[in-house]
């Protein structure tokens, strides 16, 4: 198993604290605006705290692998997607 350095661990730990910085300033202020949204445009959704909690973990992927410019923008995208992915599930579904 490979070791990491005090100096590699010290990096880590700043990136990971400027990511939850990101993700707490630009991300997390959405949420209640995002699950009303979900909640009327898609009101057959059954959990729409499973979806928005999908969509931050999106967010927060695509975020480290490449910037996102208009933050809300995609979480609304990405959000709308999955609701759309939930409901054709729910209907192919028998159970």
Not at 10 to 26: A, I, K, N, V, Y
Not at 76 to 92: E, G, I
């Amino acid at each position: 198993m490979p070791s990491t350095s005090p100096s590699e661990m010290d990096r880590l730990g700043t990136s990971m604290r400027e990511q939850s910085r990101w993700f707490t300033d630009e991300v997390h202020p959405h949420g209640r605006q995002l699950r009303a949204y979900l909640r009327s445009a898609y009101p057959d959704v059954r959990d729409v705290d499973d979806v928005v909690q999908e969509s931050y973990l999106r967010v927060w992927r695509r975020q480290v692998a490449r910037p996102i410019e208009s933050v809300k923008g995609f979480l609304f995208q990405v959000a709308r997607r999955l609701a759309l992915d939930t409901l054709r599930h729910n209907r192919s579904s028998p159970f």
